[in-house]
């Protein structure tokens, strides 16, 4: 499972950061379908994903990497 399927999975629809994340991760159509934590950064640093987009995405990768482990 890779990041977009687990966040959506989880997350989408919820009030939170996270869902907030997935909704945009949804939203967007080209988002990365892969695993790799810098290809993920260096799309969302494209798109200009503000500081916070930027925190929630990288506590959430952390959580991934531990679920999928």
Same mark, same amino acid.
């Given at each position: @499972?890779?990041? $977009?399927?687990? @966040?959506?999975?989880? $997350?989408?629809?919820?009030?939170?950061?996270?869902? #907030?994340?997935?909704? #945009? @991760?949804? &939203?967007?159509?080209?988002?990365?379908?892969?695993?790799?934590?810098?290809?993920?950064?260096? $799309?969302?640093?494209?798109?200009?994903?503000? #500081? &916070?987009?930027?925190?929630?995405?990288?506590?959430?990768?952390?959580? $991934?990497?531990?679920?999928?482990?």
């Amino acid at each position: @499972m890779n990041f $977009y399927e687990w @966040m959506i999975a989880r $997350y989408a629809g919820k009030d939170t950061p996270r869902g #907030d994340l997935a909704a #945009d @991760m949804k &939203q967007a159509g080209d988002f990365p379908d892969t695993c790799d934590r810098t290809v993920i950064l260096n $799309y969302l640093n494209g798109k200009f994903a503000c #500081d &916070q987009a930027i925190a929630v995405f990288k506590r959430a990768y952390r959580d $991934y990497r531990r679920a999928v482990a």
